[in-house]
C-alpha cells in the first residue's frame, strides 16, 4: 500500500518524520528510500568520540563510496577532540566526493594532525562556508575557494570574499 502513494504524499510523509527516525524511514521499501536519503544527508553532524568514533567513520566511507549520498551532503560538521586516524582518513576521502558541499565545519581539529589526509585538489566547487583550522582550508583552496566565508575557531579568523 505504501508503495502505491504518489511521490509527493511521501516526500510530505517524510518532511514531518523527526530527523532521528529517518533511517528507520529508508528501510520501508526502495521508494521510501530513494526519497528519504538526500534529505537524511543533507545536514550530516557529527561528534564522535568512545564507541561513536566508528559509526562517524562509516558515515564518512558512505559519502566517499556511494555517489547518491555524497550528492546529498550540503552541510558537513565533524567535531573531534581526540586525534583519530582513521577519521581523518575517511574525511578526506570524503572530501573528494562532496562535490554539492556549502558548508564544512570542523570545530575541535588540529590543522597539523590531518594535513597529510586532506587532499589538496579536493574538488569543493559548491563550498562556501568553512569554519576549522586555517592548514585544512589551506590544503583544499588551490581549487575554488576565492569566494568562501571563513570562520576560524581561532584567533586567525578571517573573511574572504
Known amino acids: 500500500m505504501l508503495a502505491q502513494l504518489p511521490t509527493e504524499l511521501k516526500i510530505n510523509i517524510i518532511e514531518h518524520v523527526d530527523k ?7 528501510l520501508i521499501n526502495s521508494s521510501f528510500h530513494e526519497i528519504t536519503e ?3 544527508y543533507s545536514v550530516v553532524w557529527l561528534s564522535p568520540s568512545g564507541r561513536a568514533i566508528q559509526f562517524a567513520v562509516e558515515c564518512l566511507h558512505a559519502m566517499a563510496t556511494k555517489p547518491s549520498v555524497a550528492a546529498a551532503v550540503r552541510t558537513l560538521y565533524v567535531s573531534l577532540d581526540d586525534v583519530v586516524q582513521e577519521l581523518f582518513e575517511a574525511l578526506g ?7 554539492n558541499l556549502k558548508r564544512l565545519e570542523l570545530p575541535g581539529w588540529d590543522g597539523t594532525s590531518c594535513m597529510e589526509h586532506i587532499p589538496r585538489d579536493s574538488p569543493l566547487p559548491s563550498l ?7 592548514e585544512v582550508l589551506d590544503g583544499i583552496q588551490s581549487v575554488v575557494l576565492a569566494t568562501v566565508h571563513i570562520e576560524a575557531w581561532s584567533t586567525r579568523g ?3 570574499s
Not at 93 to 99: C, D, G, P, R, T
Open 158 to 160: 578571517a573573511v574572504v
Open 20 to 26: 532521528r527516525s529517518l533511517p528507520a524511514v529508508l
Open 93 to 99: 576521502a570524503a572530501l573528494l566526493k562532496l562535490e
Open 128 to 134: 562556501r562556508h568553512y569554519y576549522g583550522p586555517a
Open 38 to 40: 538526500p534529505i537524511l
